[in-house]
């Protein structure tokens, strides 16, 4: 084997996706140090589709029981795999950090599309970061709940100052990890790799544990079958046909943020054909392993009420506790939410270069300062920093309103999907044929895909807008929708104040 040989089309390659990004507007800023394992590894973690859903039971119970937990996951992946397969086909053409805000510029290139790219661009940021601020959230939560474990009366889980130290705390070492990680080209790739085999072990771990602990505790006895793949619950208060759709979104959770790899287009060899490829199969692996582990509960699963009812607030801590004991469940729920920090890890660093990615095309206030690489550091350290800082300050809430905090995390995911349907709906409207495609196409089933896409992230953005009851009280009230309506006012003072000025540099 010629080594040299390999060596050489190695560079090449590279060489062609500077020249590739140039051709964009960009210069080639990082090195391109993940391979595509390395990236699908990071993919797979920010996903954390299995950890995620799992986390979310609550929802899947009262809101159509096993039926939408196990069947509403199939539907939502096979949608999700559309929207998946339209945004690889669109970054297979324009493999930029900016992502879907930069289709909606390029393929609509009026003053209006501009417009468009640049609220696109804002819900997109809101998305990444309140994806951030919302897995701190869950840790802090998890860290929190193993007390609960050992202490179900202890009196700090109503202090908001202990759960806001907690939340400062994590919220600082994904940032500075995020800092430190990219001064050598490997150890980004290195940690994701690890936090990726991880997951993975641990999914293993946690299914055969349920397993192997209800086959051999004589007090402990498994579901029937009719039970796991056919009973249906509605304990919402609205029609089955609504409830329905709002058990849906505990697998649109999890099966969320894809974009990910998208935001890292920069950092990968060949972005055309990878890109595509590492979002499929993150997809294809998280909707899998969700699958089993979602069969596997349901089957080991021995009171509904008593894992809703745990002290921690938190399904997924009773369930394991209800099955493995207190002990057992503390060692695997310890392993669960080390990896989950490691999976915040790979959120932030995410959430970072889509906001390096808007500063740079002068979206952000104080995009020159923002948008700055730093040469020691390898990394856009002043961007990191700024979305740590907001990622604290949302923390605050803590001490103040727990109900405006949830409502600022359920938003990532709206935002998010939001974010997904703009480019792809702009896409239709404008026609497949102005856009030039790269190596991943879809060809003849383009304009189908892109149909079920669009439809997919409106109906999902919606319901997640619903109130979890008909009529809901204060307490219970979704919030999400004023949260998301303030950032919408927030992002249009900026495009007045500066954007439309600013932003790709059009005076």
């Excluded at 961007?383 to 803590?398: D, F, K, P, S």
Aim: aromatic share 14%; glycine share 10%; hydrophobic share 50%.
């Amino acid at each position: 084997m010629n080594f040299d040989n390999i060596e050489l089309a190695v560079t090449k390659s590279v060489d062609q996706d500077a020249l590739d990004l140039v051709a964009l507007g960009h210069d080639q800023v990082f090195s391109r140090k993940f391979s595509l394992w390395s990236m699908l590894a990071l993919a797979f973690c920010v996903l954390g589709s299995w950890g995620a859903i799992s986390s979310d039971l609550a929802i899947g119970f009262s809101s159509g029981g096993p039926v939408i937990i196990l069947w509403g996951l199939v539907l939502v992946a096979l949608c999700n795999l559309c929207v998946v397969l339209s945004l690889g086909e669109l970054c297979s053409s324009m493999p930029t950090a900016l992502g879907q805000a930069y289709y909606v510029f390029r393929l609509c290139g009026s003053p209006t599309g501009r417009f468009l790219s640049y609220m696109c661009a804002w819900i997109n940021v809101f998305g990444w970061w309140t994806a951030t601020a919302t897995l701190v959230a869950f840790n802090t939560d998890f860290l929190l709940g193993m007390k609960l474990m050992f202490d179900s009366e202890w009196d700090g889980i109503n202090q908001g100052w202990i759960s806001f130290v907690i939340y400062l705390g994590l919220s600082l070492l994904v940032t500075v990890v995020n800092v430190v990680g990219c001064r050598k080209d490997p150890i980004l790739p290195w940690l994701n790799n690890v936090m990726g085999v991880g997951f993975a072990a641990l999914f293993v771990v946690f299914s055969l544990a349920f397993l192997i602990s209800v086959a051999t505790n004589t007090h402990l006895s498994f579901q029937n079958p009719t039970f796991v793949f056919g009973t249906w619950t509605n304990q919402t208060g609205w029609n089955d046909a609504v409830t329905w759709f709002l058990g849906l979104l505990q697998s649109a959770y999890g099966l969320t943020a894809f974009d990910s790899v998208i935001h890292m287009a920069e950092e990968i060899p060949d972005p055309r054909r990878n890109v595509p490829k590492a979002m499929y199969l993150s997809i294809l692996s998280g909707a899998g392993t969700s699958f089993v582990f979602m069969v596997i509960c349901l089957f080991c699963l021995q009171d509904e009420t008593t894992i809703a009812d745990h002290p921690s607030g938190l399904p997924f801590i009773g369930l394991a506790q209800q099955i493995l004991g207190l002990q057992g469940a503390a060692a695997l729920v310890a392993l669960f939410t080390i990896i989950s920090i490691g999976q915040n890890v790979s959120v932030a660093t995410t959430a970072s270069r889509m906001t390096w990615g808007f500063a740079r095309d002068g979206g952000i206030p104080w995009s020159r300062y923002f948008s700055h690489v730093d040469p020691g550091w390898k990394a856009p350290v002043r961007a990191i920093w700024a979305q740590g800082i907001i990622t604290a300050l949302i923390g605050v809430l803590y001490l103040f309103s727990t109900t405006v905090l949830q409502a600022i995390v359920s938003v990532s995911s709206i935002a998010l999907m939001i974010s997904y349907g703009m480019p792809i709906a702009t896409l239709l409207i404008v026609g497949r044929d102005k856009l030039n495609p790269g190596p991943f196409r879809l060809g003849k089933w383009g304009t189908t895909l892109n149909t079920v896409s669009v439809i997919t992230c409106t109906v999902i953005a919606v319901f997640f807008f619903f109130p979890g009851t008909p009529k809901p009280s204060g307490s219970d009230m979704n919030y999400a929708i004023g949260v998301f309506g303030a950032m919408m006012l927030v992002s249009q003072l900026f495009w007045l104040i500066k954007g439309r000025h600013s932003y790709f540099r059009i005076e």
